[in-house]
């Protein structure tokens, strides 16, 4: 039931764009999207409810396509604070309302 | 606004001692909660979850449990700790109810156990 992310680690340059994938094999319900920075607790990006459905704010984006049960989540135009990792967190269909699961977290390394 | 306070923020116990970590919510009624453990570099494993005083659900069976006295206070407990148990606790909250929202991680308890 843990939704898959890929790729596991990705290093960028400033300025350059990043894609992160969640595949999960159940029907979802809702997508969360969080990002941890070391040492530190996760912390809330954005939540897709609908298939179909596009969220971004400032350069930040995700999308959420039901039918694949897939989500992406899409980086701009990277600026070093975007480095961490990034967690995606799924909600089935049929499941306790409100619990996610988690994938493993795609490390994001973005350098000057 | 609403907070969440963990505590202690870094704990050392050895193999077989009790644990008591505590979460606090401020600014928000009847919430959700969520104990999770997150093991050294691995995602979130959801242990515990509340949408209510008394009332909790466990997601992976093992030595630990969890309570809640308390609308906003969310308690986890082991009467023996093992090695395993060693990892970053988590607490986080959401609002209740039946949509599903975003949740808000506390600062986190980091175990280990010797």
């Known amino acids: 039931q843990q939704p898959v992310q890929s790729p596991q680690a990705v290093i960028l340059r400033e300025g350059e764009d990043a894609v992160i994938n969640c595949s999960s094999s159940k029907a979802l319900y809702s997508v969360h999207w969080y990002r941890q920075k070391h040492g530190e607790a996760p912390v809330f990006l954005m939540i897709l409810l609908k298939g179909g459905e596009q969220k971004g704010h400032d350069k930040i984006s995700a999308s959420f396509n039901e039918k694949k049960q897939q989500s992406s989540l899409y980086l701009t135009a990277s600026q070093l604070s975007y480095s961490g990792t990034y967690f995606c967190g799924t909600e089935l269909y049929g499941g306790s309302q409100g619990n996610l699961i988690f994938g493993k977290g795609t490390k994001l390394s973005v350098k000057p | 606004s609403q907070t969440i306070h963990q505590w202690p923020a870094t704990l050392v116990q050895p193999v077989g001692s009790p644990l008591s970590l505590e979460c606090t919510v401020e600014?928000?009624?009847?919430?959700?909660l969520y104990w999770y453990r997150q093991a050294a570099g691995r995602g979130l494993q959801l242990l515990f979850y509340?949408?209510?005083?008394?009332?909790i659900s466990s997601e992976v069976p093992q030595n630990l449990s969890a309570s809640r006295p308390q609308d906003r206070q969310f308690i986890l407990s082991s009467k023996k700790l093992l090695l395993s148990d060693s990892g970053f606790y988590l607490c986080?909250?959401?609002?209740?109810?039946?949509?599903?929202?975003?949740?808000?991680f506390g600062p986190g308890t980091r175990l280990t156990v010797t």
């Open positions: 986080a909250w959401s609002r209740g109810g039946t949509l599903s929202y975003e949740q808000y």
């Open positions: 509340s949408v209510g005083i008394g009332q």
């Open positions: 600014g928000t009624s009847n919430p959700n």
